[in-house]
């Protein structure tokens, strides 16, 4: 079943040639530059022998949230497996801060060769150009898409104690009582938040946010029933779902996931277009040379489709992916279209 649902999201990330209409300049070049890959392997044998020989000393991946993290996680799993296939140390270092703008920053200063990369969720390459004015990058501009690693989806969540038992009791309680029903998210602007804002757009509700400094402790409050609600990734959350300690009311995802298929998408319920995801993927500095992005990407997305690793990364909760550089491309384009009119619209700022 996790097998069909990568095939999925690998096909709606198709077409990545064409930049939708009204993209920006910067995104139609980043668009471009990615389609123009396959191209850039047909330059002869300088770039045929870059492939063949990179890599040939460790590579340092970036991870700009602490250890012990879901980003952390699928990075070390998969980082562990591409020191296997290649043979060369990959060394994962934690540069927390900013909103994870000081990981993206000390990419920006390294070589662009391919042996420093980032990994860069949607707050990283999506929602911080809009919740910043002063960001200090431009993902279109400064970054080089390699591959989306994975998707971890958004699951909403109640406390036992709320005594809520699905997720039309809650939809109800939230009309009855606006602004009286309290939900936790991994900080303002993640994709915890937002797509708890998504939900009350879509739903015509209205609660009240107490943003938390990552999803560990958020949903550790929501099961001690300081706070009702969540919507949560599932990699933060399935523990606690088996242990009884919450309830998983909705998934924010077309389909319902294999590993709580009783549980229905908000479609299903009624409430369409109601459905995110926190997405992890790997970035070079933009000046990487194509050849060298080609490899990485092949290197990485091999990796992940080990069949070892991806029964782990399934297990915590993670839809493994390793598309193309094109497909990333394209996808961030798309949440881009999807998410700053939410934002703008929220007059959601960060600094």
């Known amino acids: 079943m996790a097998t069909a649902r990568v095939a999925t999201v690998a096909s709606a990330q198709a077409d990545p040639s064409a930049a939708p209409a009204g993209a920006s300049p910067d995104r139609r070049a980043w668009l471009a530059g990615a389609a123009g890959l396959a191209g850039a392997l047909l330059l002869g044998a300088p770039a045929a022998r870059a492939q063949r020989e990179f890599p040939n000393r460790p590579i340092r991946w970036i991870v700009p949230y602490p250890a012990g993290g879901g980003s952390d996680f699928l990075t070390r799993i998969v980082g562990n497996q591409l020191a296997i296939d290649t043979g060369q140390p990959v060394v994962v ?11 993206a920053a000390e990419v920006l200063r390294a070589p662009a060769d391919g042996y420093s990369v980032l990994s860069a969720d949607n707050g990283t390459l999506v929602f911080n150009p809009v919740l910043y004015r002063n ?33 039309r009791a809650f939809l109800e309680d939230a009309r009855a009582y606006p602004g009286k029903i309290s939900y936790a998210s991994a900080g303002t602007g993640s994709p915890h938040h937002l797509a708890m804002e998504l939900l009350q757009r879509q739903a015509r509700l209205r609660m009240l946010h107490v943003p938390y400094r990552g999803a560990a402790n958020a949903v550790a409050d929501v099961a001690g029933g300081q706070l009702q609600a969540m919507m949560c990734d599932l990699a933060a959350c399935l523990g606690f779902i088996r242990s009884g300690r919450v309830r998983a009311l909705a998934i924010a995802d077309r389909v319902r996931l294999p590993q709580l298929p009783e549980v229905p998408t908000f479609a299903e319920l009624g409430i369409d277009g109601v459905e995110a995801a926190a997405l992890v993927g790997v970035v070079a500095p933009a000046r990487t040379p194509p050849e060298i992005v080609a490899r990485l990407q092949q290197a990485i997305a091999s990796a992940i489709h080990n069949p070892a690793v991806h029964r782990k990364l399934a297990a915590y909760g993670v839809e493994p992916v390793g598309g193309t550089p094109a497909q990333f491309a394209t996808l961030l384009h798309q949440e881009s279209e999807r998410w700053d009119g939410l934002i703008r619209g929220l007059n959601l700022t960060l600094d």
């Open 93 to 103: 270092e934690n540069r927390t801060g900013g909103n994870t703008s000081l990981g």
């Open 135 to 167: 960001l200090g990058y431009n993902p279109q501009r400064d970054f080089a898409p390699v591959t989306l690693m994975g998707r971890f989806p958004l699951v909403l969540l109640v406390g036992p104690a709320s005594g809520v038992r699905d997720a």
